[in-house]
RNA sequence: GGCGACGUACCCAAGUGGUAAGGGAGAGGUCUGCAAAACCUUUAUGCGGCGGUUCGAAUCCGCCCGUCGCCUCCA
């Protein structure tokens, strides 16, 4: 490994250093979402960073096992296990199967996050494929004392598992002195959750199980799933920090309870969007899906407004915060074009094990940079170094400095690099478009050219607003040359 | 009520004991037919408030104010 990783663990509230389970591997999971409705901004946050880490974790050399569940059983809208599925409720409403609402808003789903530059994760398990598992789960808990069966629902019996409020530093007493909900009567302890559930008549989702149909409770299948694809124990889990608790404080209580062994080593959360400085929220009517924020701003400028922020953080989204990032990525994304017209080949690569020093010290951004995202992938630090290499060289070529192509090669690959592959912020596809396009952009260029040689400079000007509106943006240099960019 | 975070310039945002990164916006300048881009200069004696610890604090401690999250489905 080029480096060592620390990061946060939410388990032990200190930073580590990362010792993954396998030597040169990473398993790691993520709560994906309940695919019920459209993916929203808090969403785009919770994705975008782990792609991020997921990211990171590769380029250093791990060989990275990224699994993120895709939730398609309902589960409950209410507090005390009471209350609609939420899958069904929009089945209901829209008279449809359940699993139609789960297919729109699964593909939804991937058609925002792919946008957004999130790699898709290596298995995208669906807890309605993993019921066999979850119920066998289920079983094993029973059959150890750490389950019961009361009236068709299975509990967990959380006074079996002292460690239970270990992540989120909870303890039952407290929680049953602060219970603002009915206690059901059948539970043996108030803080008791369903892992199974009985299907009251009318309930579409149900499976047959030792306890009569019903359907898993919800922190069964991450436990179910993250077990059968990455082993009883594993590195990294991660998630918003709303499933702290009671989410990822029960898988640990069904896993540990159900292997004996530890979970996960590493738990990491990252921090909720609020929007102009209040929770989102339907019924405050400021709930901004990644739909609606595609609308106004480009993904990709999205994607760097979120890692503008460090994921721990809370992040308040705002138009105004929003445009002014698009006009910093804007800057860096310049960077690429005009070194790709100083001659830089497209397809070279960076030897980061020799690293030019002059004139542009690539050698210490590149260290800035890898320590700022080995210290629990601060992506603000990192982009931050990006904007001093930025000033570099964008300051050599503003005062005339040489840049040979050579150079300009490696600026471009080391900017590629870091700010394309693992950072995702540049877009993959090549700045300047097809050929023929290029070659009809650089014809305009020629014909005003002439226009300005002759003072015609209305048509010039013509010319040059006319190719803004489809996006074409010239930009006349020091030495007579014209060069372009498209933007958008 | 209980638990936990956070509060850094006009806006966004790093920084967790050694004297305030970065981006946007604003102001002035260089370049230019004009633009645009780019570059240079500039914008917090101060990091919510008040105390305390320390040679030294945005960073540690205490109290207060404010915001947010969790305690109930939630990324």
């Not at 449809?96 to 790699?119: C, H, I």
């Not at 047959?208 to 990294?236: Q, R, T, V």
């Amino acid at each position: 490994m080029k480096t060592d990783i620390y990061l946060y663990n939410s388990l032990t509230r200190q930073k580590e250093k990362f010792v993954p389970v396998e030597e040169g591997k990473v398993g790691i999971y993520v709560c994906g979402p309940t695919v019920y409705n459209h993916s929203h901004i808090g969403h785009g946050k919770s994705y975008v960073s782990f792609d991020a880490i997921v990211r990171f974790f590769r380029f250093v050399g791990y060989r990275v096992l990224y699994i993120q569940n895709i939730t398609d059983v309902g589960h409950l809208t209410d507090n005390a296990d009471e209350g609609d599925d939420k899958i069904e409720k929009e089945a209901k409403k829209d008279r449809v199967n359940p699993m139609a609402v789960v297919e729109t808003f699964m593909r939804s789903y991937f058609e925002n996050v792919d946008k957004l530059g999130v790699g898709r994760p290596d298995i995208s398990p669906r807890a309605t494929g993993h019921i066999i598992e979850q119920i066998e789960l289920a079983r094993i808990l029973v059959s150890h004392g750490y389950a019961y069966e009361a009236g068709g629902n299975v509990y967990f019996d959380v006074s079996k598992f002292p460690d239970y409020g270990k992540l989120s530093g909870k303890k039952v007493e407290d929680l049953i002195a602060g219970a603002r909900i009915d206690v059901r009567g059948e539970k043996h302890n108030p803080a008791d959750f369903a892992i199974w559930k009985k299907a009251e008549a009318g309930h579409i989702m149900r499976w047959p199980s030792p306890w009569g149909e019903g359907f898993p409770g919800w922190h069964l299948e991450c436990s179910a799933m993250s077990m059968k694809y990455l082993g009883n124990s594993f590195d990294i889990h991660g998630g918003g920090l709303d499933n702290q608790f009671p989410h990822h404080e029960c898988e640990i209580a069904q896993s540990e309870a159900a292997t004996g062994k530890p979970f996960v080593k590493y738990w990491l959360h990252n921090n909720m969007v609020t929007v102009n400085g209040t929770k989102m929220s339907k019924s405050l009517g400021n709930f901004v899906t990644l739909k609606d924020a595609f609308m106004k701003f480009d993904p990709t400028t999205i994607r760097f407004f979120i890692l503008q922020s460090h994921y721990r953080s809370p992040l308040d989204y705002s138009d105004e915060a929003v445009e002014g990032a698009g006009k910093g990525l804007e800057r860096l994304k310049n960077v690429l074009v005009q070194l790709m017209d100083l001659g830089a080949d497209e397809n070279a690569r960076v030897d980061f094990e020799n690293l030019p020093e002059e004139p542009v010290n690539l050698r210490r951004y590149y260290d800035e940079w890898l320590a700022a995202m080995a210290d629990d992938f601060n992506t603000p630090s990192a982009i931050a170094v990006l904007f001093e290499m930025l000033k570099d060289v964008n300051s050599i070529i503003g005062t005339g400095g040489v840049v040979t192509v050579a150079l300009a090669s490696v600026l471009y690959a080391f900017t590629r690099a870091l700010a394309g592959d693992v950072l995702g912020i540049i877009p993959a596809e090549s700045q300047h478009g097809r050929e023929v396009e290029t070659d009809l952009i650089r014809l305009m260029i020629e014909m005003r050219a002439d226009a300005r040689k002759d003072k015609n400079f209305k048509l010039a000007d013509t010319i040059r607003s006319e190719l803004q509106k489809i996006g074409v943006v010239l930009e006349d240099k020091k030495d007579g040359t014209t060069t372009f960019k498209v933007s958008r």
